[in-house]
């Protein structure tokens, strides 16, 4: 199995569905600001995708930051 992980506005589910592809979960929103869900395609691939839905700084959501 292999996994791939993309970026989309918005997240196709309708049409990965009409293709049989599999959504496992329903696209979630997070409160970091994104949107993410996953679908195994026909071939047994899985597809992680993300859409952000808000721009904002970790101390926003409960988040930190790390000194580099």
Do not use: F, K, N
């Not at 949107?35 to 101390?59: E, F, K, N, V, Y």
């Amino acid at each position: 199995m292999r996994s791939w992980s993309v970026w989309m506005m918005p997240i196709p589910t309708t049409r990965a569905r009409e293709s049989g592809a599999r959504i496992l979960p329903e696209p979630t929103d997070y409160p970091y600001g994104e949107r993410q869900c996953s679908a195994m395609d026909l071939a047994g691939h899985r597809w992680c995708c993300t859409q952000s839905i808000a721009d904002l700084a970790p101390w926003q959501w409960g988040g930190t930051s790390a000194e580099l």
